[in-house]
C-alpha cells in the first residue's frame, strides 16, 4: 500500500491503492454476515491468529482483530504491525475487511491523542482492510510534532516530561531519528488494545463542519 501525503498537521489523510485479496459483497446485494463469522472456531486455532473468538459481541461488525473484546494482537504501534505480529496472525487478518460492509472511509480519533486520523480509498476495487489501519496508525505516529503542536505539550509539565522520557527510550533502542516524533506523545502507552465506539466523545472530539463519517472508530491503547 502507498499512503499519500498528509493534508495537514492535524489529520493525515491515507489513500489506500491498492486492492484488497479478501473478496467482499458486490453492490446491490444482500450482506449475510460478517465474514469473519465463517472462521474456524477451535479456541487454539483462534489464538494461534491472534484472536479469541470469532465475532465480536460488542461490534459484531467489526473485524474481531480489531475490537478490543476478541484482540489479543497487543502490539506497539510505534514499529510495522507486519514485523510485530505473528505470520499466521498477519497474514490471517492483514487483507480482511476491517469493517463486514465495506467502507472506503474510516476515521480513527482516541482519548489518547490529539490528531485525527483518516483513511480514504479512492480506488473503485479497494476498501479499508485491517492492515489499512494498522499502517495507518503507524505511519501517523511517525510524524515529527511541529513547533505549534509542541506549544500546547509544553504548557503541560507531565505530558511534556512523558514526552521526553519517550523520546529518551526510543533512541535508547537506536532509533536514529532525533526529531520529536507523535508516537513520543503517546508515553508509555503506545499499545494497540483495539478501536471502540464512543459517540459522545467523538461529538466532542470532531470539529463542527467537517464531514460525517460512519465509520469513526476511537483507538484504545494502553501499556
Not at 473485524?63 to 478490543?68: K, S, V
Not at 486520523?117 to 473503485?124: F, H, L, R, T
Not at 511517525?142 to 504548557?155: H, K, N, R, T, Y
Request: aromatic residues 10%; hydrophobic residues 35%; charged residues 25%.
Amino acid at each position: 500500500m502507498n499512503w499519500g501525503i498528509p493534508a495537514n498537521q492535524w489529520q493525515p489523510v491515507y489513500h489506500v491503492q491498492s486492492p484488497p485479496s479478501y473478496p467482499f459483497a458486490p453492490p446491490n446485494q444482500q450482506w449475510a454476515g460478517p465474514p469473519w463469522a465463517s472462521l474456524k472456531s477451535a479456541p487454539d486455532y483462534l489464538k494461534s491468529i491472534g484472536v479469541s473468538a470469532t465475532m465480536s459481541s460488542k461490534y459484531p461488525h467489526l473485524n474481531p482483530a480489531l475490537a478490543p473484546d476478541t484482540t489479543l494482537m497487543r502490539y506497539d504501534i510505534s514499529k510495522k504491525a507486519r514485523n510485530t505480529l505473528s505470520p499466521d496472525a498477519w497474514h490471517a487478518h492483514a487483507s480482511s475487511l476491517a469493517t463486514a460492509v465495506p467502507t472506503r472511509h474510516l476515521r480513527l480519533i482516541s482519548k489518547h491523542f490529539p490528531w485525527t486520523i483518516e483513511i480514504v480509498v479512492y480506488d473503485a476495487q479497494a476498501v479499508v482492510t485491517c492492515q489499512s489501519v494498522w499502517d495507518a496508525l503507524y505511519s501517523a505516529m511517525q510524524e515529527e510534532i511541529v513547533d505549534s503542536e509542541w506549544g500546547f505539550i509544553a504548557m503541560d509539565r507531565k505530558r511534556r516530561e512523558a514526552t521526553e522520557r519517550a523520546r529518551r527510550k526510543r533512541l535508547d533502542m537506536r532509533d536514529s531519528d532525533t526529531r520529536y516524533k507523535r508516537v513520543d506523545y503517546l508515553g508509555d502507552m503506545p499499545i494497540f488494545k483495539g478501536l471502540e465506539r464512543d459517540t459522545d466523545f467523538e461529538g466532542n472530539r470532531v470539529m463542527k463542519g467537517v464531514e460525517p463519517c460512519a465509520e469513526t472508530w476511537v483507538v484504545k491503547l494502553g501499556t
